[in-house]
T-cell receptor, first 114, second 114 residues
Framework: EAQVTQNPRYLITVTGKKLTVTCSQNMNHEYMSWYRQDPGLGLRQIYYSMNVEVTDKGDVPEGYKVSRKEKRNFPLILESPSPNQTSLYFC?????????????FGAGTRLSVL | AQSVTQLGSHVSVSEGALVLLRCNYSSSVPPYLFWYVQYPNQGLQLLLK??????LVKGINGFEAEFKKSETSFHLTKPSAHMSDAAEYFCAVSFMNRDDKIIFGKGTRLHILP
């Protein structure tokens, strides 16, 4: 079954404690991205990756890191989480090409930073 | 600047009534347009897409959208609302010259009244 898998689904942590949210896709997609969803603000892109070892900043990259060492995986790293990073996070993947840009989304990770 | 705007963060319709969710885009190049739906506690999934073929696009669950270049619009409609249509709907746009970047609107939450 084609899917994007995020882990964990729920996470409560404290300020400053490094964490990683994993994302894996089994569709051989070139393009992967991370979004955060906040009430009234919709989806905002954090980082995206066009292919292995190619990553770029989205609209709200501050406080986040990513890596793309393998095509299927695109982890999101919060080196020193802060309360303003409390949010619902989605990973998505797609084939390359704007006309192919059907994004497949993971089920989401709800993060609370205390 | 390229952008997408959804009019109305909340829309309520009675069961059986017409659903109309509005989306306008701003672009100097031909866009590719998408509607995604997010059911509670789930990730987004594609409802329909326009990629320069027919201007009237039919999607899943009886939804359709019409691309109107003169109005820079891509409104989503469904003739008769069902309780199961209650969800959040996102309009999105991508452009061939934007490194496949996709821009999401802020979303419209659709409420179905019994």
């Amino acid at each position: 079954e084609a899917q994007v898998t995020q882990n964990p689904r729920y996470l409560i942590t404290v300020t400053g404690k490094k964490l990683t949210v994993t994302c894996s896709q089994n569709m051989n997609h070139e393009y992967m991205s991370w979004y955060r969803q906040d009430p009234g603000l919709g989806l905002r892109q954090i980082y995206y990756s066009m292919n292995v070892e190619v990553t770029d900043k989205g609209d709200v990259p501050e406080g986040y890191k990513v890596s793309r060492k393998e095509k299927r995986n695109f982890p999101l790293i919060l080196e020193s989480p802060s309360p303003n990073q409390t949010s619902l996070y989605f990973c998505a993947s797609s084939l390359a090409g704007a006309d192919q840009n059907i994004q497949y989304f993971g089920a989401g990770t709800r993060l609370s930073v205390l | 600047a390229q952008s997408v705007t959804q009019l109305g963060s909340h829309v309520s319709v009675s069961e059986g009534a017409l659903v109309l969710l509005r989306c306008n885009y701003s672009s100097s190049v031909p866009p590719y347009l998408f509607w995604y739906v997010q059911y509670p506690n789930q990730g987004l999934q594609l409802l329909l897409k326009y990629t320069s073929a027919a201007t009237l696009v039919k999607g899943i669950n009886g939804f359709e959208a019409e691309f109107k270049k003169s109005e820079t619009s891509f409104h989503l409609t469904k003739p008769s609302a069902h309780m199961s249509d209650a969800a959040e709907y996102f309009c999105a746009v991508s452009f061939m010259n934007r490194d496949d970047k996709i821009i999401f609107g802020k979303g419209t939450r659709l409420h179905i009244l019994p």
